[in-house]
């Protein structure tokens, strides 16, 4: 998808547990973007992954434009999100119009 659409500079997909995945196009963000990633030149993919549960960690990859890898590092260390944003314990919604419950 990130390939054949140039005006896509990332993609996320997020899962049920709140662990979530990103993926960027290293180069359509910038010279600045590259440069804060400290990334090879060689380096045209970043994939974030944001792991939860007992054994997950988030790490970052570099990825060649054929998808193989050549650098990992740790990503950052990741805390819970406070509770009022946790989609599934938000508060129900009214609706402005004829006032009826509806889940966020």
């Given at each position: 998808?990130?390939?054949?659409?140039?005006?896509?500079?990332?993609?996320?997909?997020?899962?049920?547990?709140?662990?979530?995945?990103?993926?960027?196009?290293?180069?359509?963000?910038?010279?600045?973007?590259?440069?804060?990633?400290?990334?090879d030149e060689d380096v045209?993919?970043?994939?974030?992954?944001?792991?939860?549960?007992?054994?997950?960690?988030?790490?970052?990859?570099?990825?060649?434009q054929n998808l193989i890898?050549i650098a990992e590092t740790?990503?950052?260390?990741?805390?819970?999100?406070?509770?009022?944003?946790?989609?599934?314990?938000?508060?129900?919604?009214?609706?402005?119009?004829?006032?009826?419950?509806?889940?966020?």
């Open positions: 998808m990130l390939r054949n659409n140039d005006q896509l500079f990332n993609l996320y997909i997020g899962y049920e547990d709140g662990s979530f995945l990103e993926m960027d196009v290293v180069d359509r963000a910038g010279k600045a973007f590259r440069t804060s990633l400290k990334a045209v993919y970043r994939l974030a992954l944001i792991a939860r549960g007992e054994d997950a960690s988030p790490k970052t990859t570099y990825l060649l890898r740790p990503g950052p260390a990741v805390r819970p999100p406070p509770k009022a944003m946790v989609p599934r314990r938000r508060p129900k919604r009214r609706d402005p119009v004829d006032g009826s419950v509806r889940l966020s």
